[in-house]
C-alpha cells in the first residue's frame, strides 16, 4: 500500500505565495505520474499540473506561467511552487500519483487534500 501526504495549504493574500509538497510512502513502489489537482466549492475536480518520472509537466491553461510542479524521484516527493496567487485559485488541492506496488499494474492514488485559501 502506498501513503500520499500533502503539506503547504493555508490562508494567502491575492498575490502572495505559497508551496505544497507532497511525499509517497509505502514499500516495493514505482512512482509513474505525480500530479496536483484542486477542487473548488461546488465545480468538479480539475488537473493543475502533472509530471512524468521522466520530468515532462503539463499545466491547466489556468496557472500557466504561476505555478511550478517539481519532483524529487530519490524521495518519492513532488511539490507544487504557486506565485502570483488569485482568489479563483482558492480550492483544496489534492496530490495524485500513478503507483506500481510489487510490479502490479500502475493503480491511482490521492492524498487527503490540503486548503488553499486566497483572500483579503
Known amino acids: 500500500q502506498v501513503q500520499l501526504v500533502e503539506s503547504g495549504g493555508g490562508l494567502v493574500q491575492p498575490g502572495g505565495s505559497l508551496r505544497l509538497s507532497c511525499a509517497a510512502s509505502?514499500?516495493?513502489?514505482?512512482?509513474?505520474?505525480m500530479a496536483w489537482y484542486r477542487q473548488a466549492p461546488g465545480k468538479q475536480r480539475e488537473m493543475v499540473a502533472d509530471i512524468t518520472n521522466g520530468g515532462r509537466t503539463n499545466y491547466a491553461d489556468s496557472v500557466k506561467g504561476r505555478f511550478a510542479i517539481s519532483r524529487d524521484n530519490a524521495k518519492n516527493t513532488v511539490s507544487l511552487q504557486m506565485n502570483s496567487l488569485k482568489p479563483e485559485d482558492t480550492a483544496v488541492y489534492y496530490c495524485?500519483?500513478?503507483?506500481?506496488?510489487?510490479?502490479?499494474?500502475?493503480?491511482?492514488?490521492w492524498g487527503q487534500g490540503t486548503q488553499v485559501t486566497v483572500s483579503s
Open positions: 495524485y500519483a500513478q503507483v506500481s506496488v510489487s510490479s502490479w499494474a500502475p493503480r491511482d492514488y
Open positions: 509505502g514499500s516495493r513502489f514505482s512512482i509513474y505520474v
